[in-house]
């Protein structure tokens, strides 16, 4: 897996025009129909890493994935970071359409997660590259062939979020070509604060689907690539 983190930096930001005022000053202000305020804040941690999240119960821990059980998350740290994402196991289907072979996602619990600390409501991008794809046994080479993510959708980690959600750019049926990076999310201005699940291969009419030319597939064998995915601080 491929990260590409921007460098940003987080900060909580007080108005230039705001202050507090002093216990002393406001005792001796002249008019008592004003009052103050005052609180110690302290700076998010952005030290440590974010843990994956059940995608179904973002409230609970994430207990696994069946088909991803070696998978503990990315451990990034950083004011914003990709903190989880699967591996997808695709299994072929049993027909053959013509010259066309298929295959569908076998995860049930399969999401990215994105953690965005920053703070200041600036954006980001979420785009992933799949990879040609290479025989186990003979090292040959897939490159006619494509993918789709199936229905997906964001969840946010908690319910009451003041954010805006991020938005799914491509369709479930839309089809990414292998080697090509494709932009597949977006959190626009003031969307996408902390931390936010991308639910993937949830909705049984419409899973994530690979379709391969037959005449590249030489013998039996697993094929296996891999699916770079990147996160921007572009909004």
């Known amino acids: 897996m491929t990260k590409t983190l921007a460098s940003v930096v987080a900060a909580l930001v007080l108005g230039p025009s705001l202050a507090f005022a002093s216990p002393r000053e406001v005792a001796s202000a002249a008019d008592p129909s004003k009052t103050s305020a005052s609180t110690v804040l302290t700076p998010g941690d952005t030290d440590t890493d974010v843990k994956p999240v059940d995608p179904d119960n973002p409230d609970g821990n994430f207990t696994?994935?069946?088909?991803?059980?070696?998978?503990?998350?990315?451990?990034?740290t950083g004011p914003l970071t990709l903190d989880y994402v699967s591996n997808i196991k695709f299994k072929q289907d049993a027909r053959l359409t013509g010259r066309l072979i298929t295959a569908t996602g076998m995860n049930t619990k399969a999401f990215v997660?994105?953690?965005?600390r920053r703070y200041n409501g600036h954006g980001w991008k979420l785009y992933v590259t799949p990879s040609l794809m290479v025989g186990q046994k003979d090292?040959?080479?897939?490159?006619a062939a494509s993918f789709t993510l199936g229905r997906s959708k964001f969840t946010p980690r908690y319910a009451d979020t003041v954010s805006g959600?991020?938005?799914?750019?491509?369709?479930?049926?839309?089809?990414?070509?292998l080697g090509i990076s494709?932009?597949?999310?977006?959190?626009?201005k003031d969307a996408g604060l902390g931390t936010w699940i991308m639910r993937l291969n949830y909705q049984p009419k419409l899973l994530a689907r690979l379709f391969v030319n037959a005449?590249?597939?030489?013998?039996?064998?697993?094929?296996?690539?891999?699916?770079?995915?990147?996160?921007?601080?572009?909004?």
Do not use: C, R
């Open 64 to 76: 696994g994935d069946p088909e991803d059980p070696d998978n503990p998350g990315t451990g990034s």
């Open 113 to 116: 997660q994105i953690s965005d």
């Open 139 to 143: 090292h040959s080479v897939i490159s």
């Open 182 to 188: 494709a932009l597949v999310a977006q959190a626009k």
């Open 215 to 235: 005449n590249q597939v030489t013998k039996q064998q697993q094929y296996a690539g891999e699916f770079s995915w990147q996160l921007t601080d572009t909004p």
């Open 165 to 177: 959600k991020p938005t799914v750019t491509v369709a479930g049926d839309q089809e990414l070509p």
